[in-house]
């Protein structure tokens, strides 16, 4: 999987990524014939959470690509004070400058769905479509912000002694982040999931870099305001929405007044609900939503598709089963052990 340095405003930042084709999992350049979506990941978990999207054969008819973002996964790069939707959205651009991408079609997650809408706004022209699974509401509710708080509490609670690491208070953090994620939902694909991410996040969201994880995993999420009318204006791209039907965190009326607010500004939305889906819903729910994420992509598409290959591989696939996931054996666990 490569990295490409792309210089920002706030510096330089080395961004891994992932390229799957319809005939290379994992590919050095994108196919120029064929759309592309790129994938944007949420918060806490970076692109591996996209393995069933990756190894869906349907979706494998287009390039895809997954990009970790700052202080996620593997890449490298500070985190200015001021980093919200607008750098973040910046940061996609120039990864797309960058690899020279054409216009793609975006699918945010939570976070990832944010910073679509704002790349949307930004750059319209740059932008296909946008499907935004578990789009954040206009402003953040006060439970959920006080909630993401605590997740960071703990987990810089857990760095206190400098000689050794609490690994109760990390357990804690963790589960509130799950808790929030997947709605008490457990399998070995997320708990292989956490497990992957873990470490990653352990190398990045080190004590020197307090600053930069409470940017990215409480700021960029409470410090927000909705987009006024005017931006929304700019967006010419089509916009489906979906809402995860059991999360936890953003009830049904909060897409909806997303919605609302897109189709008073004319944009072209549609809203559709996966039910019992968890706010990570594109993991547990991968067979409607990516169902609607390819129906809506090839609605955009014009120029010929290739079928679908038989079987496709992820290549997410190796690291996840390296930390425990079997493809053939996905039942729950009373007791995950993520450390």
């Known amino acids: 999987m490569p990295y490409i340095k792309v210089k920002t405003t706030s510096g330089l930042v080395n961004f891994h990524y992932t390229i799957s084709t319809p005939t290379c999992t994992s590919a050095q350049a994108i196919n120029p014939s064929l759309p592309t979506i790129i994938f944007l990941h949420p918060v806490y978990i970076p692109q591996a959470i996209f393995q069933p999207q990756f190894s869906d054969p349907k979706l494998r008819r287009f390039n895809l690509i997954a ?190 007044e997303l919605q609302q607010a897109l189709e008073d500004a004319g944009v072209d939305v549609e809203l559709s609900q996966v039910a019992e889906a968890p706010h990570f819903g594109s993991v547990t729910h991968s067979i409607e939503i990516n169902a609607i994420l390819h129906d809506f992509v090839l609605e955009q598409t014009k120029s010929p598709i290739p079928p679908a290959q038989p079987e496709v591989t992820s290549p997410f696939e190796s690291a996840l089963v390296e930390a425990g996931w079997r493809q053939d054996d996905d039942s729950s666990d009373e007791d995950e052990d993520f450390i």
């Open 67 to 256: 990009i970790d973002s700052r202080c996620h996964g593997e890449t490298t790069g500070s985190v200015p004070s001021t980093f919200r939707r607008l750098e973040a959205a910046e940061d996609l651009l120039k990864f797309m400058e960058a690899l020279r991408l054409p216009p793609c079609h975006l699918f945010g997650m939570s976070m990832g769905a944010c910073i679509a809408l704002q790349a949307a706004v930004s750059h319209p022209q740059r932008i296909l479509s946008c499907c935004m699974v578990s789009p954040l509401p206009l402003v953040e509710p006060v439970d959920v912000a006080e909630g993401r708080q605590e997740i960071y509490d703990c987990y810089v609670a857990a760095f206190k002694d400098p000689e050794a690491l609490d690994e109760v208070a990390i357990l804690d953090s963790v589960c509130g982040a799950v808790q929030l994620g997947f709605s008490g939902q457990d399998s070995k694909l997320i708990a292989a999931l956490v497990k992957h991410a873990l470490p990653q996040v352990l190398k990045q969201w080190t004590p020197d870099r307090f600053d930069e994880v409470h940017t990215v995993a409480v700021k960029f999420f409470c410090d927000r305001h909705p987009h006024p009318r005017s931006s929304l204006e700019k967006v010419v791209s089509p916009i489906r929405l979906i809402h995860c039907g059991g999360d936890i965190a953003y009830p049904f009326n909060y897409a909806e």
